[in-house]
T-cell receptor, first 116, second 114 residues
Framework: AQSVTQLGSHVSVSEGALVLLRCNYS??????LFWYVQYPNQGLQLLLK??????LVKGINGFEAEFKKSETSFHLTKPSAHMSDAAEYFC??????????????FGKGTHLIIQP | DGGITQSPKYLFRKEGQNVTLSCEQN?????MYWYRQDPGQGLRLIYY???????QKGDIAEGYSVSREKKESFPLTVTSAQKNPTAFYLC?????????????FGPGTRLTVL
């Protein structure tokens, strides 16, 4: 069965600093990987996804993530944090495209706090 | 605008009552999903439907029921059998097939049991 571990339920960075949110997964087959962002009392918005091909994936709002098969990781980064980046971030994995029949398996989320 | 709508945004229920959460999409997506979100728990799959008149239980289906009579609609009923229904409920949809299809989420319904 697939699973996702997000290290750190809360991450705090200063405005302008590097953002690094960690995600490790387990999957018995090559995975499809996703990062979503959630603002308070709202739904989830897709930041980026990895399906096949290039392992460095660029998303919206300046975020990017790198798929490292040897480390079973898909960490999310952004070079310079903005106050507007404060939100909850979820990593998700699927063994079929888009979550298929079983939906997506989500990590427990990381709350990103931006210090002024 | 195309998208997924969920209603109501906030819902209060007395213990012992059944309530139905609405999810509508005009994206012409085939598959639809219901997730439950609890603080610090991420999202967990309740039910999903790949096509009209067909749906499958997810990881935490007990105490919930769904129907899929129309492609655009996938309502979720929280029954009195659900012992701890207070949570944030999210509906999602996607096109079936293809290598890169993504799930898109609605704005959510927050259910509180009084």
């Amino acid at each position: 069965a697939q699973s996702v571990t997000q290290l750190g339920s809360h991450v705090s960075v200063s405005e302008g600093a590097l953002v690094l949110l960690r995600c490790n997964y387990s999957s018995s087959v090559p995975p499809y990987l996703f990062w979503y962002v959630q603002y308070p009392n709202q739904g989830l918005q897709l930041l980026l996804k990895y399906t096949t091909g290039a392992t460095l994936v660029k998303g919206i709002n300046g975020f990017e993530a790198e798929f490292k098969k040897s480390e079973t990781s898909f960490h999310l980064t952004k070079p310079s944090a903005h106050m507007s980046d404060a939100a909850e971030y979820f990593c998700a994995v699927s063994e079929v495209p888009g979550g298929g029949a079983d939906g997506l398996t989500f990590g427990k989320g990381t709350h990103l706090i931006i210090q002024p | 605008d195309g998208g997924i709508t969920q209603s109501p945004k906030y819902l209060f229920r007395k213990e012992g009552q059944n309530v139905t959460l609405s999810c509508e999409q005009n994206l012409n997506h085939d598959a639809m999903y219901w997730y439950r979100q609890d603080p610090g728990q991420g999202l967990r799959l309740i039910y999903y439907s790949q096509i009209v008149n067909d749906f499958q239980k997810g990881d935490i289906a007990e105490g919930y029921s769904v129907s899929r009579e129309k492609k655009e609609s996938f309502p979720l009923t929280v029954t009195s059998a659900q012992k701890n229904p207070t949570a944030f409920y999210l509906c999602a949809s996607r096109i079936s097939g293809g290598p890169t299809n993504t799930q898109y989420f609605g704005p959510g319904t927050r259910l509180t049991v009084l």
